[in-house]
């Protein structure tokens, strides 16, 4: 036995020992915080089994003063109320999880070893044919095996005891999961492992032990890579440390079970600040409704299937960004829908409808793989053309109305849809009963304009998703959420895949939906001295108990972002964004007035003068450089005229958006403005992904450098490192875009 790492954790909150089961709970459910080679866990089953019996393990070690401190600590240990510590922070015990029509739901995919992250399966056969059930029967066999051929196992998993023995022998809390490592390219051969988790609550240990089959199916202890995580107090101070039980023998793969240095180091510092961690997360854990081995599958293949699609990207957006969030968000509804399949027993691939699809990559991907959809927006994309006849994308603009429904649609998607975000549960309440929607909320709209926000205690975020989640449960809808992973801080979606009423109440339903929705008027963010438009009547009921016999769809009406005939909206005042997007980042702004404004903004700089040294002393050829000093932008803007303020304060962002736009003079950090210094640019560059550095590469010398050209003392780079041109003798003419091979 080895310590690998001790931490003493500092507790001014007083939320020691619970904190400390927060933070094992944070590790048991959700190791990819920490590791981040791992996809996630599943958790299979737990139990509750009395301690082994001494004499079944042999004597424990003397555990000598360490024994001593921990035993005047018990009482700091104990749990309050004689309870058994605290169980995993989501998901029900087994016996009481799924119950309900949600959870019998959710039951039934977890029987065929799909349950998420903390989500607990309901006993059955498991993967490899393993009967969670029979978990304790697994614990007394591995019991027995270590008490005869090494009780060594035991007693450290024991731990050095607390205070006097009682007679009955404790009860610990075991935990089956199983632990999911990434795949790709550099481990293509990595497969989930399962291991047994024991947490003695009274001595404050948490220890994993690897679990392994032997030919005849017997599940033993694979004792080599055993470890402990331990709580304990010596006068008044805790300490958190972890312990391997076999160092000499410890296997590293680098992805399940990485170094003992990683653990002790690492892990350990996560673990301590956890521990002292008061704030609480709002959210689900990520991946919770779907199976994350199934995803991790799933988004490998789409990863690599796609990468090339980040190389041919013409929009001005970030292609890493934008190419990885749209393959982890296909990632997630193909495996959603494969369950869904499963769970129903169909074989025709779900159809869709994105609304507002953007760049139309989703729609491109799903409909790559096999379900029918189309996409639309009301702006038409330079890569739209780029993906071939397979992927159905139209221009058009979306009212909320009797002709915008999608009766013959299984799900509308909703990615950032913005302006009809809460919408998109109604129009798929009112398209057909079969009718499901996925929406991934970020900006905050209300029926018609912004949304208002009305509680302080929650953060603008959790509100609003809590507001969506309203609208889908005054639709109708079962509204589950669940946490993505995509490189967004506005990543939880919410999905509505069954109703809460039988198709024949669905007259009453509607009903109900058009008081709610009427309901939200003194809610509304009118434009500037309109008053909220009453709420037109719903029409007759036609065919199939729907408004108006849902007639298929017609765009057309609000083209160019004009408003639609009040008799044909649900909600007067409703406006879809413009066609054409009006650009308000200062790009539109005349040249001479940005040039006025730079300059002078500049020499504000300058004139708090900063000498530093360039070039080369030890030659000679070192001079004095000006990289000026730093205001605020509240002090720039002090010194510019009134009327050069309030034609930027027309623009979005403001006086910031021009300065930033203009990053080759200016650095804005923090709310300050600086003289941006080119030589730590160099330094920056070289770190940069392939796609940025190919970027800088074809823009060489087709500008102008201003600091060649305005600044007193020059450009800080010599000629041939500066990427801009010094004179017009260096000037490149810019590379025309080559033409972007159609995507099949």
């Known amino acids: 036995m080895a310590e690998v790492g001790r931490a003493a954790v500092r507790d001014p909150g007083a939320l020691l020992p619970g904190g400390f089961w927060a933070a094992v709970a944070v590790w048991l459910e959700r190791p990819q915080v920490a590791n981040k080679r791992l996809c996630g866990v599943r958790l299979e089953a737990r139990r509750s089994v009395a301690e082994p019996r001494a004499e079944d393990c042999g004597q424990r070690p003397n555990a000598g003063r360490e024994q001593e401190e921990r035993a005047a600590a018990a009482p700091g240990l104990r749990p309050p109320d004689g309870a058994l510590g605290p169980r995993p922070s989501s998901g029900p015990d087994l016996g009481t999880a799924g119950r309900g029509p949600e959870g019998a739901r959710r039951r039934r995919g977890e029987e065929r070893g ?27 066999a591995c019991s027995r095996s270590q008490a005869g051929g090494g009780p060594e196992v035991l007693a450290f998993l024991a731990g050095p005891p607390v205070g006097p023995q009682p007679g009955a022998p404790r009860q610990l809390d075991l935990v089956l999961r199983t632990v999911i490592p990434k795949t790709g390219p550099r481990c293509p051969l990595a497969v989930p492992r399962r291991e047994m988790v024991v947490r003695d609550v009274l001595n404050g240990t948490v220890t994993f032990l690897p679990l392994e089959e032997d030919d005849r199916g017997n599940l033993k202890v694979e004792t080599s890579n055993v470890y402990q995580i331990r709580l304990s107090q010596s006068r008044e101070e805790w300490f958190i440390s972890i312990l391997i039980f076999c160092p000499e023998r410890w296997h590293s793969d680098g992805i399940v079970y990485p170094r003992p240095s990683w653990l002790g180091e690492e892990l350990l510092a996560r673990l301590a600040r956890w521990s002292v961690d008061s704030k609480k997360s709002g959210f689900k854990s990520t991946l919770s409704l779907i199976s994350i081995i199934k995803y991790s599958k799933t988004y490998q293949m789409l990863k690599e299937k796609y990468k090339d699609m980040v190389k041919v990207w013409p929009e001005v957006t970030d292609p890493e960004k934008f190419v990885y969030e749209d393959v982890a968000l296909a990632a997630y509804l193909l495996v959603l829908w494969e369950e869904e399949r499963e769970e129903r027993g169909l074989t025709a691939k779900q159809s869709f409808v994105d609304l507002g699809c953007g760049n139309g990559l989703l729609v491109h991907i799903l409909s790559t793989e096999g379900h029918p959809g189309r996409g639309i927006d009301v702006r038409r994309r330079k890569i739209w053309d780029m993906y071939g006849p397979q992927t159905c994308l139209e221009e058009d603009a979306i009212t909320p109305n009797d002709k915008t429904l999608f009766p013959d649609v299984d799900w509308l998607i909703g990615n950032h849809s913005d302006e009809l975000t809460p919408w998109i549960p109604v129009i798929a309440a009112r398209s057909s009963y079969g009718c499901r929607f996925f929406v991934l909320p970020c900006c905050f709209f209300d029926f018609i304009g912004k949304y208002s926000r009305r509680q302080s205690r929650k ?33 939880v979606c919410l999905i509505g895949k069954s109703r809460t009423y039988s198709p024949a109440r669905e007259v009453s339903m509607d009903k109900q939906r058009t008081r709610y929705i009427s309901s939200r008027r003194g809610h509304l963010a009118s434009p500037p001295g309109e008053t909220p438009a009453s709420l037109p009547p719903r029409a007759a009921v036609g065919h199939e108990g729907h408004p108006n016999g849902h007639r298929a769809l017609d765009v057309g009406a609000a083209e160019g972002g004009a408003e639609a005939p009040a008799d044909e909206l649900w909600l007067s005042g409703f406006q879809p964004r413009e066609k054409v997007e009006r650009l308000r980042n200062c790009a539109t702004l005349p040249r001479d007035f940005i040039d006025q404004v730079v300059l002078q903004v500049a020499h504000l700089l300058l004139d708090r003068e900063e000498q530093i040294s360039i070039g080369d002393a030890s030659s000679g050829s070192s001079k004095a450089w000006n990289r000026g000093g730093s205001l605020s932008l509240t002090e720039v803007a002090s010194e510019l005229d009134p009327e050069t303020l309030q034609r930027l304060k027309r623009e979005c962002g403001g006086l910031q958006t021009l300065l930033r736009n203009n990053h080759q003079v200016f650095e804005v950090l923090n709310g300050r403005v600086h003289i941006r210094d080119w030589r730590e640019e160099q330094l920056q560059r070289q770190q940069h992904p392939e796609a940025k550095r190919r970027l800088f590469s074809e823009a060489f010398k087709t500008r102008i450098c201003w600091f060649f050209s305005h600044h007193p003392d020059g450009c800080v780079l010599p000629s041939d490192s500066c990427p801009f041109a010094h004179g017009p003798a260096e000037l490149r003419p810019p590379r025309t875009p080559k033409k972007k091979k159609q995507i099949l």
């Open 459 to 491: 953060t603008q975020y959790r509100e609003y998703l809590d507001f969506i989640t309203e609208v889908g449960l005054a639709c109708g809808f079962h509204v589950e959420e669940d946490c993505l992973r995509i490189p967004s801080t506005k990543r």
């Open 114 to 140: 799909d349950g998420g992250p903390g989500q607990p399966r309901e006993p059955g056969v498991g993967d490899a044919g393993f009967p969670a059930s029979d978990l304790e029967s697994a614990w007394d």
